[in-house]
């Protein structure tokens, strides 16, 4: 035994040098005498210590390196009194003598008056949920915009340093893609130990070896005591004038079983469809290149203005939301997402609208009450099986979209009535299958499939226009008949080989997309017989378009670069026809699309970012139907151009920095487009319809976008800053009544914001948007027309004696136009809660729009379109609450 | 009561005290201790407000919660001793309202690789002990706290998972209790159940003023030196060994500690004769809470089923 053990200690002895490799050398001062007691660190490129010593009396150090191949090593040599040496090692065999200066030791006194902190291990940034919660916060999303780096925009959507996140994670796991509002609207902050953003993302676990993703998400990493019971709250509230809001919601996650279910309504202007909002739609859209039929109808009404949704919304409505998912194993899981949306809205205004063009004022007013009454019953079945070897996704999807309208017309003192009735039912499968072969090669195989149908109908009474309608004569009313299946699949297989951080991708499939417009505009007569408006009012369009592809992405990464370029070539085919309007058309076309994406890291937490895209695209069936359609009471749409070829170059640059010891975050970006087009819409106004023509016209959309924004906590004062300035410049081209102008519209918005805890028991926020909007038409004596908005909020949270908390709130809107009189608005809220600690409930009482404003007056600007109008809003609400947390 | 005297004599015969450099004070540290001493009460745990006097080479760690406490009483003691106006010095300390309290000091000196407690039992007592060698490893994860950049490092030491933030621009090699040896100052740690922590509170400078002197002179003209009370630096802001200290070992010291608790009155008169000092000492407690035979020093005896050394390394 004894032998076999001295045997084993020779061999490693005759090992180790091998194994362990050393860094020697001596500390001296600048008189040549040694150093001892020195802290000596062994450091890689990132900065992270992997060794360290000290040195002895007669300075000596030794170091070990445990991985002699690792580049980029250096060695840190640091003693109080002393200048910190930063030597980069060059080879392993040489010895590192440091010499060290003297310096002066100075040591500041640090008071500690808050423990906000941010810790970072590589790619994550971690935020203590308690070190930036406030008493006052109930949620998680009540802390999120408490915290530097982070933003939640209106619409619940979540940034960090200016970029959009790509998921919600609940303890890491994705239970309810983007549709996140619901689990930051109900997650309660204290059950939050730690928000976590993940820098390049990668949720498929096979590819997180090789790592490419950009995305940025967010881990809601739940606390022990949190995981193992069902939480939740219930809301009942009732209030004046007929007012009510409730809301029970149940949650929990547990290691294999998360949900968060939910059952709400009110009439107060709260939107509970915000709730099921996919907020990263238009990403999921790309992904799936497919292109959904629009729903071509509507009442015509307009949308107010830059007031916030709950101060503006006079509704009626309910949400179901179910989210589960269940977890078979820790690889597999089955998840369902059903909700179900009833939504009443009344919405009453009147506008005045006028289009400037030269020589030439077209203007209209116009009184709309309208009562809208949407559903929408989403459902989503998803199994994903993710491990290091392949990697399933499964998501079927069904979402049927009833909606009815009723509208009330008065267009220049003509009276009117719109019904419209729509109803989508929109079918997808997605089938996405990646496997790891030996070679560490991988495959995926991925398949989508789409069936949409979206019957709509739209009738006017009595008949509008007869001048241009009818002859003259007056007629009993117009209906509108539209429906649009829609076929679509796309397919690919493809192959990537990954060699020492380069990875290449080669992509093969097809894809297929049948689309129909089917429709007819009658009009009847006041003795109840019915024709078609004319010969050309109606469409039996068919279209198909059949796409092969293949496409080539090659990507590389380093330390510091990573870099992808993809080359995609497709054959485009497209047939569409319509025996009705003598149409009958083909097209052939060969595109590549590159891309270019690079990314420089220029330091441990700062990158630079640019990128160029190149893309063609062709138009679709919306924009080549030849009859008549009748889209909303006063215009007529229509088309007579050949499908619409456009090319767009664009190029983006940024720079995102951070220094999370500090808490400072700074993102700066640009980008610039520019489109060419080889149709363009010509529109003809009136003052009492707009008739739409798509026309072979080559023109040009070009953008460019400059922003910057900051966010940094300051310690000293205990609040959270942030500052931002985006510019933005859209040339373009209108063809109004024949006469082609050429527009430049500029918007630059300054917003700056304070989260700040005042004192331990008062919070204040406060935010403020400046934006000057200017539009100019490019010819001598174009028109001209500017618009400043300004945009105030604040909020007062006081905790007064105690458990009970007072918040108060103001939002002030200034609106300044060119040749129109100021506008000038101020908001007030004021609410009162008390906590029953023992119960575990809240009492609240609150009265919102304290000035009780029932109409609001807006200014809208595009281009040369100006719309003053003036909205019925909400007045003073009063609402007693009760909330019970379980 | 003769053996007390016997142990007393014995110890004072080694009264040689360590031949540690004396260091510059440079900067104080403080700490928010807290300790879950029973497990069966984890909601209140024992606290205490700790503070680290580090030089470049040594550091003391103590409680700042006895340091203030000391400040009181030497007030206090002044105050009376000058009111007896030379007459015979009746001196009473109010400890009403004073609690139990870390009655070790920790020298940790890093040339010399010494870590050495003191105990206070009327006479200094110095036990040197083998400095812990942690096996730290340093991890990529980074903090800030109040503005110090720190680095995360952790060890298993003494039966805990040990979670350490150092401050690799403050070059000491010091930290809590026996945690050091990092290239940089602890400015953090506790334990991966946070039974044990010590949370930063704030650095201050030493300033280089005279802190108050063991020694008072009553207005008779009398050199009283009050053991006890000390400020854990010398007047001249520097780290050293109290030179009247009395080298011993553990096994000597728990002796010791033995008979106090067994004979209180006796230890202390034979601890006062050993010094030169006679008269009668009467140790009143104070509060429901004060067992009467305590001695200054020994606080009651809480439950203590979670000790912070859970093993021996």
Request: proline share 4%; aromatic share 10%; with cysteine.
């Amino acid at each position: 035994m004894k032998r076999v053990f001295l045997l084993y200690w020779f061999l490693l002895m005759g090992i180790s040098p091998v194994l362990a490799q050393q860094i020697k050398g001596k500390v001296r001062d600048a008189a040549g005498k040694p150093v001892e007691s020195v802290s000596v660190s062994l450091k890689d490129k990132d900065g992270n210590t992997l060794s360290f010593t000290r040195s002895a009396e007669n300075g000596d150090y030794t170091i070990s390196v445990k991985d002699p191949n690792q580049t980029g090593l250096r060695i840190e040599a640091s003693s109080l009194g002393y200048r910190k040496k930063v030597e980069e090692v060059t080879s392993l065999s040489k010895t590192y003598d440091l010499v060290l200066e003297s310096s002066q030791i100075e040591l500041d006194a640090v008071t500690v008056k808050h423990r906000p902190t941010l810790t970072t291990n590589g790619d994550t940034l971690n935020y203590r949920t308690s070190d930036f919660a406030d008493k006052q916060d109930r949620t998680i999303g009540d802390a999120l915009k408490r915290m530097p780096g982070i933003e939640v925009a209106e619409s619940g959507k979540i940034s960090y340093n200016g970029k959009s996140i790509s998921n919600l994670y609940i303890d890491g796991d994705n239970l309810l893609d983007d549709k996140y509002n619901v689990a930051t609207k109900s997650i309660p902050q204290g059950a939050v130990d730690k928000v976590q953003v993940i820098q390049n993302d990668q949720p498929v676990k096979m590819l997180q070896k090789n790592n490419m993703s950009d995305d940025v998400a967010l881990n809601l990493v739940i606390k022990d005591d949190a995981k193992f019971k069902v939480m939740g709250d219930a809301i009942a509230g009732a209030g004046t004038p007929e007012k009510f809001d409730g809301n029970v919601s149940a949650m929990m996650f547990n290691k294999n079983l998360k949900f968060v279910n939910n059952i709400k309504g009110n009439n107060i202007g709260i939107d509970p469809g915000m709730d099921v909002a996919a907020l990263n739609f238009s990403d999921y859209l790309r992904r799936l290149e497919a292109t959904k039929p629009n729903s071509l109808l509507s009442t015509g009404a307009a949308g107010v203005p830059t007031l916030p949704q709950n101060r503006s919304l006079l509704n009626r409505a309910g949400l179901v939301n179910l989210n589960n998912m269940y977890k078979f194993t820790p690889d597999l899981q089955l998840k369902a997402n059903v909700s179900y949306l009833y939504d009443e809205r009344s919405q009453r205004y009147n506008k005045f609208s006028e289009t400037y063009l030269p020589g030439q004022t077209v203007s209209y007013s116009e009184v709309q009450n309208n009562n809208l009454n949407p559903q929408k019953l989403q459902t989503q079945l998803n199994l994903n099986e993710n491990t290091t070897q392949h990697y399933l996704n499964n998501s079927l999807r069904v979402d049927y979209l009833p909606s009815r309208s009723g509208s009330e017309v008065v267009i220049n003192n003509n009276r009117a009535y719109q019904s419209l009735k729509q109803e989508t039912l929109d079918i997808s499968n997605e089938f996405n299958y990646r496997k790891k072969l030996k070679s560490e090669n991988t495959i995926n195989l991925y398949s989508f499939l789409n069936k949409i149908s979206q019957p709509e109908t739209l009738v006017v009474t009595p008949g509008l226009n007869p001048d241009i309608t009818n002859n003259g004569q007056p007629y009993a009313g117009l209906n509108q008949f539209l429906e649009q299946p829609a076929f679509f699949t796309n397919n690919y297989a493809a192959f990537a080989l990954v060699k020492n951080g380069f990875s290449q991708v080669y992509k093969g499939g097809f894809s297929i997309q049948q689309q129909h417009i089917e429709s007819e505009l009658y009009k009847t007569q006041n003795d109840g017989s019915n024709a078609l408006l004319s010969a050309d009012a109606v469409n039996n369009l068919s279209w198909q378009k059949t796409r092969f592809y293949t496409e080539g992405t090659y990507e590389f990464k380093n330390d510091k670069v990573t870099a992808s370029l993809a080359l995609p070539l497709s054959y485009n085919l497209i047939n569409y026809s319509d025996p009705g309007a003598a149409l009958d058309k083909s097209l052939q076309r060969l595109f590549l699309n590159p891309a270019l994406n690079v990314r420089y890291k220029t330091g441990i937490e700062t990158e630079m970012n640019m990128n160029y895209l190149f893309r063609n695209e062709l138009g679709g069936v919306n924009d080549v139907y030849r009859g008549v359609i009748l889209r909303n009471y006063r215009s007529f749409f229509a088309n007579n151009s050949p499908l619409s070829e456009i090319k767009t170059h664009s190029v983006g640059a940024g720079y995102n920095f951070r220094k999370a010891m500090q808490m400072l975050f700074l993102s700066i970006g640009g980008s610039y487009s520019d489109a060419s087009l080889n149709t363009i819409s010509s529109m003809l106004l009136t003052d009492n319809v707009q008739q739409s023509i798509a026309m072979p016209l080559s023109n040009h959309i070009r953008n460019l976008g400059l922003n910057v924004n900051a966010s940094k906590y300051l310690f000293d004062l205990r609040s959270t800053i942030n500052v931002g300035v985006s510019y933005s410049q859209s040339r373009y081209d209108q063809l109004q009544n024949n006469q082609l102008l050429p527009f430049v519209t500029r918007v630059t918005t300054y917003k700056a914001g304070v989260e700040s805890k005042v004192t331990n028991f008062i919070n204040w926020s406060y935010n403020a948007t400046y934006s000057f909007m200017n539009n100019e038409a490019r010819v001598i004596n174009g028109v001209e027309t500017n618009n400043h908005q300004w945009r105030q909020q604040s909020t007062l949270a006081i905790t007064t004696v105690k458990n009970v908390y007072l918040n108060l709130s103001g939002e002030h809107i200034f609106t300044r136009q060119s040749k129109q009189p100021d506008l000038n608005y101020l908001f007030a809220d004021a609410n009162v809660r008390y906590r029953l600690l023992k119960m575990k409930t809240d009492l609240e009482f609150g009265i919102t729009n304290l000035a009780n404003i029932k109409t609001f007056d807006a200014i809208n600007l595009s281009a040369n379109a100006l719309t003053t109008g003036s909205y019925v809003i909400p007045g003073r609400i009063g609402m007693i609450k009760m909330r019970f947390n379980f | 009561m003769k053996h007390c005297l016997l142990i007393g004599a014995v110890l004072l015969i080694q009264s040689i005290a360590f031949a540690q450099a004396p260091d510059k004070a440079l900067l104080r540290v403080r700490y928010s201790f807290s300790h879950v001493r029973d497990t069966t009460n984890r909601g209140q745990p024992y606290t205490e407000n700790m503070v680290l006097i580090t030089g470049k080479n040594a550091s003391l760690y103590t409680s700042h919660d006895r340091l203030t406490q000391s400040i009181n009483q030497m007030k206090q003691i002044q105050e009376q001793l000058k009111n007896s106006a030379g007459g015979p010095a009746q001196i009473r300390i109010d400890r009403t309202g004073m609690r139990a309290m870390t009655q070790i000091d920790q020298y940790f000196f890093a040339k010399e690789n010494k870590f050495i407690t003191k105990e206070n039992l009327f006479n200094n007592y110095l036990v040197e002990e083998t400095n812990p060698q942690i096996n730290w490893k340093i991890a990529n994860d980074t903090m800030s706290f109040s503005g110090i950049n720190c680095q995360k490092a952790t060890a298993q030491f003494k039966g805990r998972n040990w979670i350490a933030w150092f401050a690799p621009d403050l070059p000491f090699q010091s930290g809590p209790w026996k945690l050091n040896g990092l290239p940089g100052l602890i400015i953090e740690a506790y334990d991966d159940k946070k039974e044990v922590q010590f949370l930063f509170a704030g650095t201050e400078k030493v300033e280089a003023q005279a802190a108050p002197a063991e020694t008072v002179t009553s207005v008779g003209g009398t050199v009283l030196k009050l053991p006890g009370l000390d400020m854990g630096i010398t007047s001249e802001g520097e780290i050293k060994l109290p030179a009247d200290a009395i080298k011993t070992t553990a096994k000597e010291l728990d002796k010791l500690k033995e008979a106090r608790d067994k004979d209180p009155q006796g230890f202390m008169r034979a601890q006062m004769a050993a010094r030169g000092m006679t008269g009668n000492f009467q140790i009143r407690g104070s509060g429901p809470g004060g067992a009467p035979g305590g001695a200054p020093g020994a606080p009651a005896a809480p439950v203590v089923n979670n000790p912070i050394e859970l093993a021996g390394n």
